[in-house]
């Protein structure tokens, strides 16, 4: 799929808090029914554009288009309309940690729909099934292990079947064993589903087996974008100094700032 067929597109964004500039007009487009990561180091304003997305934070200048839709100027009656097609797997996938497993998965069907408790059940442990997790529905999220806790999420982040998922850094603190389940789930609901997925991650390899396409992320800026093949084939200094995990390269170690003799009031010379 083309990503000229867009569902979702970000266009001349910026974006920033006072003076800092969090994204410097910045353009995406996601394809429907594709997987695409954004990548890239801490702080760059990966999870910053996910709010965006959902409209918790709104551009200082550029738009958001969501299957034809401004999310950033709608009010608030369509912004919710919107959200109700949009599911969140949160990073570390904030279960309420009160409610069992069912109660979690089934939380957003009894917040926004109307359906009666036999059609909850049924499609609570339809979704449960999907990430191979019905036989745990009785238990509560302390008596589950990260990685199941993660699929739990997963789970009532499908619950409404979304058109658009959206992952915050999905594989954060997972084990290989569970990182690699979580990403063969997020590509296989998303195929089942039709839906739009949007990864935020920083996890190459298992990103790189699941997305279609890929943007990279650097001071605000798209600094490399392609397939998974193109981005390891590239010669790019930053592309290279991410995939290959290198501490020297165009992403400094240090936070800008005034001389080290200055800030201790040193004299030199």
């Given amino acids: 799929m083309s990503l000229t067929e867009a569902f979702l597109e970000i266009r001349d964004l910026t974006f920033g808090y006072s003076r800092r500039v969090i994204l410097d007009d910045v353009t995406l487009r996601f394809g429907r029914g594709q997987v695409v990561a954004i990548m890239g180091g801490s702080g760059m304003g990966k999870t910053t554009l996910l709010k965006l997305i959902g409209g918790l934070l709104t551009p200082q200048k550029g738009r958001i288009i969501f299957d034809g839709e401004e999310v950033h ?4 009656a369509r912004l919710y309309a919107i959200r109700r097609r949009m599911g969140m797997l949160f990073q570390f996938g904030a279960l309420f940690t009160d409610l069992s497993v069912f109660d ?33 529905a009785s238990l509560m999220p302390s008596d589950i292990s990260g990685g199941m806790a993660r699929r739990v999420a997963l789970a009532r982040a499908i619950a409404l079947d979304p058109d658009l998922i959206m992952y915050d850094e999905p594989f954060a603190g997972l084990d290989p064993i569970s990182m ?19 990864i ?9 087996a699941i997305a279609d396409y890929v943007y990279m992320v650097n001071a605000g800026r798209i600094s490399a974008e392609g397939t998974p ?13 991410f995939l290959d995990a290198q501490p020297d390269g165009p992403v400094r170690f240090h936070y800008p700032a005034d001389p080290i003799e200055k800030a201790f009031g040193v004299r030199t010379k």
């Fill in 73 to 76: 100027t709608a009010d608030h």
């Fill in 104 to 136: 979690n998965v089934a939380f957003p069907l009894r917040e926004q729909t109307d359906l009666d408790e036999e059609m909850i059940r049924d499609m609570v442990l339809m979704k449960l099934d999907a990430v191979g997790l019905r036989g745990a």
């Fill in 180 to 198: 690699g389940v979580t990403a063969q789930l997020i590509r296989s609901l998303n195929d089942a589903l039709g839906a739009t997925a949007i």
């Fill in 200 to 208: 935020v991650t920083h996890d190459v390899a298992e990103t790189f």
């Fill in 229 to 241: 093949e193109e981005l390891s084939a590239s010669s790019d200094p930053y592309v290279r100094q």
